[in-house]
């Protein structure tokens, strides 16, 4: 995809399901001035007295000029038009973990940050994914008997690597590499005549990496470790470590996780919290078929967003995997009301990583949703789920809009309509 003299910007999004394209162009630098718009199958050239913007739409992506419908001037973005398209599915996977790749071979596993080798040569004889949350009641349901694994928890052997939402539990028994327990003052309560508070010294199960500090797991037991795949990647130990992009990274292992679990389960609303067990950001999964494809223009401030760092380059092609999602920011005692109704919903799933990912990933929201054109970025009067007297609507607040970048297409399934 190439674009020429590039002075208006245009935004297109591709829902793969519905065959259908949303095309805006915007206004050019003088303000609007009278423009030309041709539409081929394979390009988009738009004329005007400022220059001309020619957009070559990357391979495999198609429009049906003829079913252009729905022109509309939107102030500040500029024109909108609805029209069919087609694009094949060719996602550029990002390697973090694949079971039937990674069984039986020796794996390294690195800090994702630094690229520190946190464990190295781990042959992974069985990679095991963990069950649902929920697991245990319905062992209870279904079977007469009393249940054999009350009671008893799911610990990795020495060659295993059990897979949750987002972790993984692996056995450090014979690694040299091992953290370090420290001691943590915290406040218990004692009971006594005075009722007093004293402080009562509690291990520090954190996992940080040696080199940059950042918070890679939790220790579960002697023997076993929780690592988050949002800082660790796995890969087959004859492969060098890969330089990703921390945002690109972040958001992606998020949008592959959220994909999943939609398909999988069904679920559609997630609220991702900390370690410290605060909730930061409420996410509502739209879709996950979109294919994004930009000209920024002369834009500069748009360069300077980390979010998009590996695709939006002067030089580059801006046209990624997407899913698209509403989500609403909980810290600083933010939608308290709201958190606190999600938290109860069992049909909401919740995603555990340390608090420094929370925060990084609330920045990766709110860059990409700056980085939409203003009409995208928000949803007005938006209603999460009709319950009995005494809920609350979102009435009058917005629904901020994210295009993250989802390096999983070909396993995304199912979507959710509104």
Known sequence: MAAVAAEARVFLEVRRRLQSALLILGDSAEGGLPMDVSVTPSSLRMQGPGGCTELRLPAGVRLAPSSCRGLRHVPGDGLHLRLQARAECRPELISVFNQSLQAQECCTFYCQSCGEVIIRDRKLLRVLPLPGDNWGALVDEWCCHPDPFANKPLHPRENDCFTGDCFYLVNLKSDLWQPRPKEAPV???????????????KANTKVICKRCKVMLGETVSSETTKFYMTEIIILPSERNFPIIPRSQFVQSIIAQCMVELSSARSTFRFTIQGHDGKVYILLWLLNSDSLVIESLG????????????????????????AVKVLYQPCIKSRNADLSSLWENDISVHSFTLPS???????????????????????????????????????????????????????????????
């Open 298 to 321: 002369q834009s500069t401030s748009i360069k300077k967003f980390p979010v998009l760092e590996d695709v939006l380059k002067a030089d580059s092609n801006s046209a990624w995997n």
């Open 356 to 418: 420094t990912t929370c925060l990084e990933l609330l920045l990766i929201l709110s860059r990409s949703n700056a980085a939409l054109p203003p009409s995208l970025r928000c949803m007005n009067s938006f209603q999460i789920y009709a319950v009995s007297k005494g809920s609350k609507k979102w009435a009058g607040r917005s629904l901020r809009t994210l295009q993250m970048s989802c390096n999983k297409g070909a396993t995304e399934k199912r979507k959710r309509s509104f």
């Open 187 to 201: 406040e218990t309560h004692h009971p006594s005549s005075e009722n007093h508070l004293k402080l009562k010294p």
